[in-house]
C-alpha cells in the first residue's frame, strides 16, 4: 500500500520508517532542498555546519533511542555527564552544576538539588521540595491538569518563591518552549520534571557526533529507500486535492515551476508544521471542528546563533544554562560533538529566547546583543588587551517553531486519526506526551504509522489477511 507523507522533519521520516517496517511503501514529499525540517543543518564555505536550532537528546527519550538502535547508529549519540549547569550571572566567569549521582531515582535528583548550595538555599530547597514532590506523587493525571495554569501561577499556588523561578525556573522554561514561566503552561514544566525525577538517566543529555541532516535524518532516509520507500526534496505539496466525498484524491506537489505534478497514494500523512497544515486547509475541510481546532494552535518564534571565536572561551562538554536575559541554553561545539570539535578555537552554539520582540531585528542588532549577553557572562575573554576576537558567525530565525506551549493548548492539539478516512496527520504538535521535542516529533510519526496499520488491520480482519503491529518504546524497555 503506497502512502503520501508531506514533509521531511522528524515526524515525517519517523512515519515512513515505520510504514516501510509494516510493509507499506512511503514516498516522503519534503519542500526544501534539506531534510529534517527543524532539525536542518547546512554547511558554510568553509565546510562549517550551523543548525535551526542547538538540539540535545535525553535519556528520557524512549523511542528517539529505540530508533537510533533500530538504525544501528547508538554510537552517534555522545552520552554527556549527568549533571546541568548553569552560568551564575552574580558571579560572572563561574557556573553551579546539580551533579546527578550514580543512585537510583529519585534520589540521584533528591541529592542533585541538595548537594547544590550556589543557587539554592537551604529554605529554598525545602520551598522547592513541599511544592513539587507531593505535585509529582500525585501522577500525570494531576499533571495533566495543571495545563490551565501558567507555570508562574503554579509555583505561587505552591508557596514558591520568586527567587526559585527567577533562578532555575526562567531557563528551564526557555529551554523547554522558548518562552518564560510567565507564558509556559505548567504541564509542560510538570511533565518534563516528573521525567527527570522519576528516571535515573532521564535528564541525561546526549549531543549528535555531527549535523542531524546527515548523522540521523540521512540514516533514515537510507532505510526507507532500501525497503522501496522514496524520499523527495524540493517536492513542495501545494494543494490537497479532494474528491467529491471530501477524502483525498492526490497531493499536488509544485517544485518545477513550470508544471505541477500530483502524487497519488492509497492513503495520505500531513507531517508539515501546524501553521503550514492551516494554511493548506482545503475549503470542504474547514467546517470540522476537527480541524478548526488547529487555530488554536501557532508555532512559537525563536533564534539559533553560532559563533566562532579565534579561542577557547570554555572547556565544558556539556549543555549550559545561560540564566540570562536574552539567551537560552548554549554549547561550544567544539568540545560537544565530535565533526565540530577543535581543540583551540570555541564555537558557541546558543539559543536566543524569548524572541518575539527580537525575530523581525536585523542580524547585526542580534548579534550586538548577544555580544553584551556574552560579555557578562564571561568578563574575563571580553576584557583587557588581547580580547576574544569573533571570527565569524551565522544566524538562523524561525518565525514559527514548535507550538507555543501556553496554557489551555493540550485541547487544540490533534489526533494521527482525523475524520478524513484516507488522511492522517504527524509533528510534534499532535497529541502525544513528549510535546514539542524530537521525542515527540519520532512517536508521532510512530503513532500516525500504527493507526494506519490498525485501520487495515481492521479491514484486513473483514477479508481475514494476516498484518504486522508496531508499539511505542516505553522507559522500562530502552532507559
Ligand atoms: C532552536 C530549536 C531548538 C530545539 N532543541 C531541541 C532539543 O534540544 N531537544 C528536542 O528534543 N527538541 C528540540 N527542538 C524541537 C524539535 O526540533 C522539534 O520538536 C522537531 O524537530 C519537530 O519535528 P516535526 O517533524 O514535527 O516538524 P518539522 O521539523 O517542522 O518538520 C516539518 C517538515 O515539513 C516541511 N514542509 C513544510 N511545508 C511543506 C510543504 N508545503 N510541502 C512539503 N513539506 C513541507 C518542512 O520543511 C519540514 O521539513 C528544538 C527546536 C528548535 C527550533
Given at each position: 500500500m503506497r502512502v503520501a507523507i508531506a514533509g521531511a522533519g522528524l515526524a515525517g521520516l519517523s512515519c515512513a520508517k515505520y510504514l516501510t517496517d509494516l510493509g507499506y511503501t512511503p514516498i516522503v514529499l519534503e519542500s526544501r532542498d534539506v531534510l529534517g525540517g527543524l532539525v536542518a543543518a547546512w554547511k558554510d564555505n568553509d565546510g562549517d555546519w550551523y543548525e535551526t536550532g542547538l538540539h540535545v537528546f535525553f535519556g528520557a527519550y524512549p523511542n528517539m533511542l529505540q530508533l537510533f538502535k533500530e538504525l544501528k547508529i547508538e554510537d552517534r549519540l555522545q552520552w554527556k555527564q549527568h549533571t546541568m549547569i548553569f552560568n551564575q550571572p552574580d558571579k560572572p566567569g563561574t557556573y553551579s552544576r546539580f551533579d546527578f549521582p550514580n543512585l537510583p531515582a529519585p534520589l540521584n535528583g533528591i541529592m542533585a538539588i541538595l548537594r547544590n548550595n550556589d543557587m539554592l538555599s537551604w529554605g529554598e530547597k525545602i520551598e522547592l521540595a513541599k511544592g513539587l514532590v507531593p505535585a509529582m506523587l500525585r501522577g500525570q493525571k494531576y499533571v495533566d491538569?495543571?495545563?490551565?495554569?501558567?507555570?508562574?501561577?503554579?509555583?505561587?499556588?505552591?508557596?514558591?518563591?520568586?527567587?526559585?523561578?527567577?533562578?532555575?525556573?526562567?531557563?528551564?522554561?526557555?529551554?523547554?518552549?522558548?518562552?518564560?514561566?510567565?507564558?509556559?503552561?505548567?504541564?509542560?514544566?510538570?511533565?518534563?520534571?516528573?521525567?527527570?525525577?522519576?528516571?535515573?538517566?532521564?535528564?541525561?543529555?546526549?549531543?549528535?557526533?555531527?549535523?542531524?541532516?546527515?548523522?540521523?535524518?540521512?540514516?533514515?532516509?537510507?532505510?526507507?529507500?532500501?525497503?522501496?520507500?522514496?524520499?523527495?526534496?524540493?517536492?513542495?505539496?501545494?494543494?490537497?486535492?479532494?474528491?467529491?466525498?471530501?477524502?483525498?484524491?492526490?497531493?499536488?506537489?509544485?517544485?518545477?515551476?513550470?508544471?505541477?505534478?500530483?502524487?497519488?497514494?492509497?492513503?495520505?500523512?500531513?507531517?508539515?508544521?501546524?501553521?503550514?497544515?492551516?494554511?493548506?486547509?482545503?475549503?470542504?475541510?474547514?467546517?470540522?471542528?476537527?480541524?478548526?481546532?488547529?487555530?488554536?494552535?501557532?508555532?512559537?518564534?525563536?533564534?539559533?546563533?553560532?559563533?566562532?571565536?579565534?579561542r577557547k572561551l570554555t572547556d565544558i562538554d556539556n549543555l549550559l544554562f545561560s540564566r540570562s536575559k536574552l539567551l537560552s541554553v548554549y554549547a561550544d561545539m567544539s568540545n560537544t560533538c565530535k565533526e565540530y570539535a577543535n581543540p583551540d578555537r570555541s564555537m558557541l552554539e546558543l539559543v536566543f529566547a524569548p524572541a518575539k520582540d527580537w525575530i523581525n531585528k536585523s542580524e547585526e542588532e542580534i548579534l550586538k546583543a548577544t555580544l553584551v549577553e556574552l560579555e557578562t557572562l564571561f568578563p574575563q575573554h571580553f576584557v583587557g588587551e588581547n580580547p576574544a576576537k569573533l571570527l565569524k558567525y551565522k544566524?538562523?530565525?524561525?518565525?514559527?517553531?514548535?507550538?507555543?506551549?501556553?496554557?489551555?493548548?493540550?485541547?487544540?492539539?490533534?489526533?494521527?486519526?482525523?475524520?478524513?478516512?484516507?488522511?492522517?496527520?504527524?509533528?510534534?504538535?499532535?497529541?502525544?506526551?513528549?510535546?514539542?521535542?524530537?521525542?515527540?516529533?519520532?512517536?508521532?510519526?510512530k503513532l500516525t504509522a500504527q493507526a494506519i496499520n490498525a485501520q487495515a488491520h481492521l479491514e484486513a480482519n473483514a477479508s481475514s489477511k494476516p498484518t504486522q503491529t508496531l508499539q511505542p518504546a516505553t522507559n522500562a524497555a530502552t532507559a
Open positions: 491538569s495543571t495545563d490551565k495554569y501558567t507555570f508562574s501561577e503554579w509555583l505561587k499556588q505552591q508557596g514558591v518563591g520568586d527567587d526559585v523561578e527567577q533562578g532555575i525556573f526562567i531557563a528551564a522554561a526557555k529551554s523547554l518552549n522558548f518562552i518564560d514561566p510567565s507564558e509556559i503552561s505548567a504541564l509542560v514544566l510538570l511533565t518534563a520534571l516528573s521525567r527527570f525525577l522519576q528516571q535515573k538517566n532521564g535528564s541525561q543529555v546526549a549531543f549528535l557526533d555531527g549535523s542531524p541532516t546527515e548523522r540521523l535524518c540521512q540514516p533514515m532516509v537510507d532505510y526507507i529507500t532500501a525497503r522501496g520507500g522514496e524520499v523527495r526534496t524540493k517536492a513542495p505539496l501545494k494543494e490537497i486535492l479532494l474528491n467529491e466525498d471530501g477524502s483525498v484524491r492526490g497531493f499536488s506537489i509544485g517544485g518545477n515551476e513550470s508544471s505541477n505534478e500530483v502524487v497519488t497514494a492509497d492513503l495520505y500523512v500531513s507531517a508539515m508544521p501546524v501553521d503550514i497544515m492551516k494554511v493548506m486547509l482545503p475549503a470542504a475541510w474547514k467546517q470540522k471542528e476537527f480541524f478548526q481546532k488547529l487555530d488554536g494552535l501557532e508555532g512559537v518564534p525563536v533564534i539559533n546563533i553560532h559563533l566562532w571565536f579565534d544566524i538562523v530565525k524561525t518565525p514559527r517553531s514548535v507550538y507555543t506551549a501556553t496554557p489551555g493548548r493540550q485541547k487544540y492539539r490533534p489526533t494521527q486519526v482525523t475524520p478524513i478516512s484516507n488522511f492522517y496527520l504527524a509533528g510534534s504538535y499532535t497529541m502525544q506526551p513528549f510535546l514539542g521535542s524530537m521525542e515527540g516529533a519520532v512517536l508521532s510519526g
